[in-house]
């Protein structure tokens, strides 16, 4: 089954060898296409990233069957096509236009016939140029969104390539050159692996064609299957540091953390795979990374492609440079620079990503630690050699015991560095370790035994096609690949069919719904609302969903904190909405009137026979992202005037204190405040969260050192006994046992000082406008409002029956659009209609 | 002397970095880079192996799987560095 693999001459006409390698009859295509078209619904029904990379998908599925056929020659050049075509497909055609020419630059520079020195110099030029708007230093033409994609073609690939035009003499053709800075799938992935120059032209139709695009198709499905464990992790077992308090939920947190590295490795399985189709039979890009022993075994297993890159161009060239002061120092000091700069082109890449130059300690730590621990390894290898074998290891069970103790103390000790490097700071990786101190109970031998199950499991030796020995014996391996890919793909799709899985039982059916698309995590979810809340977003690292989606964020999107609305107060508060003030924003005029509230005007007497309602709420009452008439306060006020619900009342008033990144602790100094306008109805208005944002205020205000005016909320944070001088994460941690208290008392006060000024208590909860799982504590927090006294409202299904992409801003900003309001106004009407003694009352007040 | 080459690079391999393996099991065309017998520490001391033995100099960018993933590679790049080899 396996063919020698051979060396045609990268550029020159194809061989007979390729030739043969190129055909493939119609049984085999005709099976291949068969599970060509199953992929594609794997990828459908479990939302495989993005729309976009759906339709490209599919477009490279029918463009392989064209492909497939055609001759040898125009392969490639078809590739080419595709690939470029590709570029304005999935990104726009202004967008996609300037990627090409702005590529088409950088290839033409690199072919120029002057001196390699010239052709450098005009390349470096190119890129600081383009650093400099990508800086924002620089004015450019193009939209925001082109970066991450033309960085991710072009930052690394342009080095080795231009390496290679330096050291090989071979000649490049245009659809080598276009085909491999634009090759498709990159249009769709901003994280792309670095694949070789030498290793795409060599690797062309290389081998056998059905063995190679039944590859790409094992190497997708593979990739998927990396990328639903991904999502399991990511939504049910990664945990925030503050909630890690004892040593299960220790383990628990850095294996998880650790593991959330399958979404690199399965988009990258996905990636290699589809270039499979085309005929590029590449090297895998990674190779069993949770299986290594040994920290070079590790560096050689994960993320290969990054290690050749290394490796190729900055590796040998140092080690060759010094050796004149001795093969070990020169090993060792070039490892140690390998990891120095790994560190230095992660913070290149993430500057062409995301626009900003990555800093952080704990960042350089991590690789320091490893590049030391590698070069101890390194040395230890040319001092001793390492096993290796031509066939299958004679295994005895000593060595069995001895590899699998390996693994696992390996495997441990990469969670332990991983948890370093995906902290918020070394500080907050600091305090993870205090769980440690916390009980022990028999849940700690959860994840050292699952991680133990899994590399026993791991280190049973499998058939492999290459390594066999006899025909029957690589059947037998290429069989059992065959059953193990086709399984899974079938198995898959049939899994995820709503009919199948909800005959499995609540919890599964449950649990494949979840994994059927791509959401946001709780923790995630948290930390978008933070980056609304407090105008900062730490996403730094590359395999983070969020980044993904914040990643798309024009950097022109206009913020709340840019309009000069809000303004600094000092006290509990800290900020509030600048009263008199109105600012014009691309969503229409945001007027702040004298109350400063985001309304028309009000007396600040309340007329006679006049429901006056105050309206408290974070942004989603404020109305970011809508006209002043279109907040759903302002429909639901003029629709409560014109279809009156109560014969009580022959006005009504809502007066909108919303105020964007209010948490419900400052709502306190907000409804204190309205009490001068003399409402008789306060309508709450909870967005998710409650009890954790709570704590999280009370955290910041104490590391603030604010005082805090309310003496329930002090007592709390005193029995809890944080302290200004802590770190987030310990504060947090602390605060966390009393979340539910402290929103008792914030509930508590509304209900009780309403109660005593007259007014009428309404709690409403409107969700956001994102799928996920940050509604876990509506159950709870509505539970604690209903105590308190509120009487409540739940708009939890308000946006049912609708796509949440059609009532939000966009995928990074969950705020309600203008249809969105529409929706919260009519379902409140709806809500009131049903029971007026809520807002209205039985009874006439008095006036 | 092709054949004599060979051996010799053949023998350097099963000693340094395949002991007690069974020589047959290396063949002209075993792929050893692509097969993770020879890693890049493995490569260099390869290296400076041939650099002695033959008395030619490699460069950083020869250091690759076109070279040396097979025996017939490496004896082919050898020729190319002392045809005299060849002989």
Known sequence: ?????????????????????????????????LQLGLVLVLFRQFQIESTAFLQLAAIVFVAFAVHAFLPLRMRLPFFAVLSVVSVPLAMGLSNGLWILAIGSLFIAICHLRVSINLRATALLLV??????????????????????ILGSMFMFRLIVYFYDLRHDSTPVTLAQSVGYFFMVPNVCFPLFPVVDSQAFRRSHYSVDARQTYQRGIDWMVRGVVHLLLYRYIYYYLTLAPSEV??????????????????????????????????????????????????????????????????????????????????????????TLLVFLLTWALHSYQWFWLRG?????????????????????????????????????????????????????????????????????????????????????????????????????????????????????????????????????????????IQDVHTRLGTQVATLVHSLRSGHLSRLDNAKLERGYYEGILSVDRFNSQLWEVYSKKPSNWLEVENTGLKRFVGGFAQADLAPSSVATTKYGTITINRWGGRDKDYTEVRPPDTLRAVVLGPSLVMGWGVDDDETFERVLED??????????????????????????????????????????????IAAGREMRRSAD????????????????????????????DMDETTSLKLLEPYQSEILKVIYGYLVEQSINRGIRPVWIFIPQARAGSWQEETPAVLKIAQEAGFGTIDLSDVYEGYDL??????????????????????????????????????????? | MSDAVRDKIKDYIMQEFLPGEDPSELTATTPLISGGILDSIAALKLVMFLEQEYGVAFEAHEVNRDNLDSLTSIVQLLISKKPALAR
């Open chain 1, 1 to 33: 089954m396996h063919s020698a693999i051979t060396s045609s001459a990268i550029g020159a006409p194809a061989s007979d060898a390729t030739q043969a390698h190129g055909r493939i009859t119609l049984f085999d295509f005709a099976v291949i296409a």
């Open chain 1, 356 to 496: 900003v130059v990555l800093f952080a300690w704990h960042d350089i730590l991590f690789w320091g630690i490893l590049g030391v621990l590698v070069v101890v390894n390194s040395v230890y290898e040319l001092k001793f050699g390492r096993r290796r074998s031509l066939g299958k290891q004679v295994m005895t069970w000593r060595s069995v015991v001895v590899t699998i103790a390996k693994r696992y103390a390996m495997f441990w000790t990469i969670c332990v560095l991983w948890s370093l490097w995906t902290s918020e700071s070394i500080a907050d990786w600091i305090s993870l370790w205090s769980a440690l101190r916390g009980p022990y109970t028999v849940e700690v031998l959860l994840y050292p035994g699952i991680v133990l199950a899994v590399i026993a499991l791991g280190s049973i030796p499998m058939p492999k096609a290459e390594t066999a020995k006899t025909r029957q014996e690589a059947y037998r391996a290429w069989a059992l690949d065959r059953a193990i890919a086709v399984a899974l793909l079938v198995g898959l799709i049939a899994v995820s």
């Open chain 1, 639 to 684: 629709r409560l005037n014109q279809e009156p619900l109560s014969p009580l009342f022959k006005h009504v008033e809502l007066l909108n204190f919303g105020v964007p990144g209010y948490q419900p602790p400052q709502q306190l100094v907000a409804f204190d405040k309205t009490s001068a306008l003399q409402p008789n109805a306060l309508l709450y």
């Open chain 1, 245 to 334: 308090t004892d040593p299960a939920q220790f383990s628990q947190y850095i294996v998880s953390n650790f593991l959330l590295y399958l979404r690199v490795s399965g988009l990258f399985h996905m990636i290699v795979g589809m270039l499979y189709l085309f005929g590029f039979h590449l090297p895998e890009t990674h190779n069993r990374y949770l299986l290594a022993s040994s920290f070079t075994d590790f560096w050689r297993r994960i993320n290969i492609y990054w290690k050749d890159f290394m490796q190729k161009v900055f590796y040998f060239p140092m080690v060759f440079a010094l050796r004149r002061f001795g093969t070990t120092k020169a090993i060792a000091i070039s």
């Open chain 1, 805 to 847: 992409g059609s009532v939000r801003l966009a995928e990074w900003d969950d705020h309600p659009n203008a249809l969105g309001h529409r929706l919260i106004a009519d379902r409140l009407y709806a809500a009131i209609a049903a029971n007026p003694n809520l807002l209205f009352g039985s009874e006439p007040t008095a006036k």
């Open chain 1, 697 to 724: 205020y009370l955290a910041q205000v104490v590391r603030k050192r604010l005082v805090i005016p309310y003496p329930a909320l002090q007592a709390i944070v005193d029995k809890s006994g944080v302290r200004a």
């Open chain 1, 127 to 148: 890129a600081a140029l383009l650093a400099a708007q990508r800086a924002t230093l620089l004015p450019f033409p193009w939209h925001d969104a082109i970066w991450p």
